[in-house]
């Protein structure tokens, strides 16, 4: 409401003697834009301390706004150094918990214990392997994903010991930052992510002399593995700085390398173009195939090399497929909301295939951020009573957030209030900026295994066509990306029944049609228990696939692909629930790729075969696939 909403009876007649007060004009400063969702307040009512009659003594809307710029800015600025990471959440966590420890004095005795007798086992590993010059029985095991000293060099003393003594020092410090009565889930699991992330920098395989795989190759090379290093690091540097992708991914270019199914583009608006592909068969299934994926990267990881594009197997299988190909938002596209992105997105593609394709039914697939995207669009269309979907499909996609991994480390009021004012200064959430907090999450990974191999062994990883599309980033506009956060992550509207559409909110409750939803088992993203709960929110038929491999490799998994397997089962809308373990413990595994489960699911659920459509319906095609959008940078 504005200042002259609803006024009081005495403000009314004080307003008829007294002169109107000053007006200052509106700044030309920066201007403001408000989160999405941000509330309006009514002018207070007078009080004891301030007569109804009293002059308006609001702050000038010219101090606001230049408070409010200044804030912002202030909190950019910060965020550039922090990659998008709130140094008042952190603080916050950190004293929630040192609060906590502080007064907890029996967990601050079980800590001493605990080193005491750390550090007795690590000196009694230590003498006993100098004394007997061979390896003995260690003290700890790393965790299973921690490779870092698999070697056999790191079997032999004195390297043995200072692996033992990180680990140990880890598991103390794990047991520190852990298990504190009191302190809240979220602030306990900052705590424990962020000591991890500073101990993880001081691994002795981080630095040559305390890393004997470096040591040896460096004795075997005459230190030319370090020269070469420092000759990646200048590269990597160089190309960073100017704005260049990593080293190698000139071997993979779009519409040249990968992205080369054939098709058109068959329709074009701010947002999106929509590819529709060639067919491979002589006839087709009736149904076609309307692809929504993530526009936080590009559409072509499912239209990858030939030999492992999605596009190409599905066309194979005798289906048209469309594929949505999201642009890449700019300053210039701020204030795109979710909602556009649902109407100028998945509702004008389906429009579209309508146009070429009339009285088809659609099989429509969603993968990740899309995924979510499409359940929202189908819970709408089933309420508006909206029948073109057959099936739904949904790739690694969450529609509950309550347990979206570690990425709800980075999930709180303080955090999204400094991500906000980060993205409201650019207009968009950047590549870098969105690619650290990922890394993040898997440092050992990303971060210190690249550093160690690249600058320290000397060694290049030769690139795929995977990590050339993982380095080709896309943005994310201000309006959506906090909308998406606050409503989805935070708040958590679309489980429980409140995310609007409209004048009225959607449920999942509502999708009648059958559905088909994958997870993986190593999704630091979507993790597979977060996707497994599609169960409790819907009530239809679903058919649950759990494959091997992470939210990326594990999605792009074409037949002949070595060491994948799933499970699988379908439930009917009224069956009992079972739990995602439970159901994890029961379900027995199938070797190879889930692929030819998924294409055999939706012919089961498709009509007979048809000729297949005119490539483009009749319609001038704008231009080959991939189009344009895909190739801005």
């Known amino acids: 409401m504005d200042e002259q909403t609803f006024p009081t009876v005495m403000e009314a007649d004080a307003a008829a003697v007294q002169p109107a007060p000053f007006q200052h004009p509106v700044p030309v400063v920066m201007p403001v834009a408000q989160p999405p969702s941000a509330p309006q307040t009514a002018r207070p009512l007078p009080t004891d301390f301030e007569p109804a009659d009293a002059p308006d003594r609001r702050d000038a809307y010219a101090v606001t706004a230049l408070g409010d710029v200044i804030d912002r800015a202030q909190h950019a600025a910060v965020a550039r150094l922090t990659m998008g990471l709130s140094p008042t959440a952190l603080m916050q966590a950190y004293m929630d918990w040192a609060i906590h420890l502080a007064s907890q004095p029996g967990k601050r005795l079980q800590l001493i214990d605990k080193a005491m007798r750390k550090s007795t086992r690590l000196a009694q590993y230590a003498t006993s392997g100098a004394l007997k010059g061979e390896p003995c029985d260690p003290c700890i095991k790393p965790l299973p994903q921690d490779h870092r000293f698999d070697g056999a060099d790191w079997q032999k003393w004195p390297f043995n010991v200072m692996s033992q003594a990180f680990l140990l020092n880890q598991q103390w410090w794990h047991n520190a930052t852990t298990g504190l009565r009191g302190v809240s889930k979220q602030h306990e699991k900052m705590v424990e992510f962020a000591s991890r992330q500073v101990l993880d920098m001081f691994a002795p395989s981080n630095f040559p002399f305390t890393n004997p795989e470096v040591m040896r190759k460096t004795l075997e090379t005459g230190g030319q593995n370090l020269a070469a290093g420092f000759q990646n690091f200048l590269q990597d540097w160089e ?44 006839e087709v299934r009736p149904e076609p195939i309307l692809i929504v994926p993530a526009w936080i990267m590009k559409y072509y990881i499912l239209d990858l090399s030939p030999h492992n594009s999605m596009v190409k197997y599905l066309t194979s299988q005798g289906f048209t497929v469309y594929m949505i190909s999201w642009k890449n938002p700019d300053a210039d596209d701020r204030d795109l909301s979710m909602e556009d992105y649902r109407t100028l997105g998945v509702m004008a593609a389906l429009d579209r295939i309508g146009e070429i394709e009339p009285e088809r039914k659609v099989h429509a697939v969603g993968y990740c951020l899309g995924g979510t995207l499409l359940s929202i669009a189908a819970a709408a269309m089933a309420r508006d009573h909206d029948e073109r979907l057959q099936t739904v499909t949904l790739l690694a996609a969450q529609t509950d957030f309550t347990e979206a991994g570690e990425m709800m480390l980075f999930i709180n009021e303080s955090q999204l209030a400094f991500l906000d004012d980060m993205m409201w200064e650019q207009g968009f959430l950047d590549t870098t900026q969105m690619a650290g907090a990922f890394q993040m999450l898997r440092s050992n990974d990303l971060v210190w295994s690249y550093l160690t191999r690249n600058y320290l062994m000397g060694e290049r990883e030769p690139m795929n066509d995977l990590m050339a599309w993982n380095a080709d980033a896309t943005r994310m506009p201000y309006r959506m990306h906090s909308e998406y956060l606050h409503k989805l992550f935070l708040n958590n509207e679309l489980a429980e029944g409140r995310y609007m559409v409209g004048d009225r909110p959607v449920a999942l409750t509502d999708i009648r049609v059958p559905i088909f939803a994958v997870g993986t088992e190593r999704d630091h993203v979507a993790p597979w228990r977060s996707t497994f709960k599609i169960h409790r929110l819907t009530e239809t038929e679903v058919t649950y696939l759990l494959t091997t491999g992470g939210h990326n490799a594990g999605i792009v998994s074409e037949p002949n692909h070595r060491r994948r397997s799933y499970r699988v089962t379908t439930t009917a809308g009224d069956a009992l629930h079972v739990d995602a373990d439970t159901w994890a413990a029961t379900v027995s595994h199938k070797e190879g790729s889930w692929w030819p489960e998924w294409s055999g699911w939706l012919s089961n659920r498709s009509g007979g075969w048809v000729a297949p459509p005119g490539l483009v319906g009749g319609y001038g095609a704008f231009a080959d696939a991939p189009g344009r959008y895909v190739l801005a940078p």
């Open 239 to 282: 190309r960073k700085q100017s704005g260049k992708k990593p080293v190698g991914t000139e071997n993979f270019v779009v519409g040249r390398d990968v992205a080369v199914t054939p098709g058109k583009v068959v329709y074009r608006n701010r947002l999106i173009e929509l590819i529709q592909y060639a067919p491979a068969t002589a």
